[in-house]
């Protein structure tokens, strides 16, 4: 069975330009997760779906950040504009339960 | 007081060890418990989870938790090379619907 499925693995962009990262959770998962991973945060949750609604996006940093599920199989988070300091590895996870979570390779963003 | 607190280490043992890896947690409401394992440039793995007081055994791996001290525990027997890695405790609080990260250990298994 396939695991979470994150696109692109490396984006490389020039400060102000819009960047959208994209997930597809794993077959039959109801929730879906953000984080944004860095050495000196850690990671961090930006957002959480449940059945396709967003449940808690306390996380999101600015007004830059925004994410979307149109269905069941299909997340984005976009960032617009990108700055240098939204560098850092971001992940997908997914969940049939809520706490077991099952993470995506990421995606590597370097804003210039 | 950070909600999950982790030794970054790094934690170095000799091959065929155990390595004791260990974390706290301040929400006593909290109610799962997980062990992420991180490979340099990778992303988490699920290893462990565990949600009752004592010790769940997994192969090489023992989650330990102690809800009362909230402190959770992973052992890890027979530590070989391919063990090297950060492993990230995870804690789920169900009034948050959250799972809060430590900031990880990094685990070294020398030969």
């Known amino acids: 069975d396939a695991g979470v499925i994150q696109s692109p693995r490396h984006e490389v962009t020039e400060m102000g330009q819009e960047v959208t990262l994209r997930c597809k959770p794993i077959?039959?998962?109801?929730?879906l997760f953000w984080y944004r991973q860095t050495m000196m945060r850690g990671l961090e949750l930006l957002i959480y779906?449940?059945?396709?609604?967003?449940?808690?996006d306390s996380g999101m940093p600015e007004d830059r950040f925004s994410a979307k599920m149109p269905n069941a199989s299909f997340s984005t988070l976009k960032i617009q504009p990108s700055e240098p300091r939204d560098s850092a590895v971001y992940f997908c996870?997914?969940?049939?339960?809520?706490?077991?979570?099952?993470f995506g390779p990421g995606t590597r963003l370097t804003v210039l | 007081q950070k909600e999950v607190e982790q030794n970054s280490g790094p934690l170095s043992v000799p091959e065929g060890a155990i390595a004791s890896l260990n974390c706290t947690y301040s929400?006593?409401?909290?109610?799962?418990f997980f062990w992420y394992r991180q490979y340099s440039g990778k992303s988490p793995e699920l290893i462990m989870f565990?949600?009752?007081?004592g010790d769940k055994e997994d192969g090489r791996f023992t989650a330990q938790l102690n809800k009362a001290s909230q402190y959770v525990s992973l052992l890890i027997r027979d530590s070989q090379p391919s063990d090297s890695a950060t492993y990230l405790c995870?804690?789920?609080?169900?009034?948050?619907?959250?799972?809060?990260f430590g900031t990880g250990t990094r685990l070294q298994v020398t030969l």
């Open positions: 565990i949600y009752s007081n």
């Open positions: 077959s039959g998962h109801n929730s």
């Open positions: 996870a997914s969940s049939f339960r809520e706490d077991t979570q099952y």
């Open positions: 929400d006593r409401g909290s109610q799962s």
């Open positions: 995870a804690v789920f609080t169900g009034t948050a619907s959250k799972l809060t």
């Open positions: 779906f449940n059945n396709n609604v967003p449940i808690d």
